[in-house]
């Protein structure tokens, strides 16, 4: 069963940092674009960055760029969001998604696979 599986959300305060992780079982992401997604209640879920097959492609939303990096990791089948400087606007619960496509990635939410999220709280 194909299966995607964030971890690392958490409470932190503002300007602190959180790396998420994107885990997935039963199919290799080598061959799949990943994106992170955002959502907050009563809002429609927000690209957040994406990140290509290969990783040489990589975008992020204009509101988290210089302070969010997404990497992967092949050998452990594992995508990263790492965070910095946050904010209390960037609460949200954060979702990976994957799609089987070649060297590009879009931060639209029309991607294959979903994770169920994992809730990041900014907040002193």
């Known amino acids: 069963q194909l299966q995607l599986v964030e971890s690392g959300g958490g409470l932190v305060q503002p300007g602190g940092s959180l790396r998420l992780s994107c885990a997935a079982s039963?199919?290799?992401?080598?061959?799949?674009?990943i994106g992170w997604f955002r959502q907050v209640p009563g809002k429609e879920r927000e690209g957040v960055s994406c990140?290509?097959?290969?990783?040489?492609?990589?975008n992020y939303a204009d509101s988290v760029k210089g302070r969010f990096t997404i990497s992967r990791d092949n050998a452990k089948n594992t995508v990263y969001l790492q965070m910095r400087s946050l904010k209390p606007e960037d609460t949200a619960v954060y979702y990976c998604?994957?799609?089987?496509?070649?060297?590009?990635?879009?931060?639209?939410?029309?991607?294959?696979?979903w994770g169920q999220g994992t809730q990041v709280t900014v907040s002193s």
């Open positions: 998604a994957a799609w089987d496509v070649q060297n590009m990635c879009v931060m639209t939410p029309r991607y294959d696979y």
């Open positions: 990140i290509s097959s290969s990783g040489s492609t990589t």
């Open positions: 039963g199919f290799t992401l080598d061959y799949y674009a």
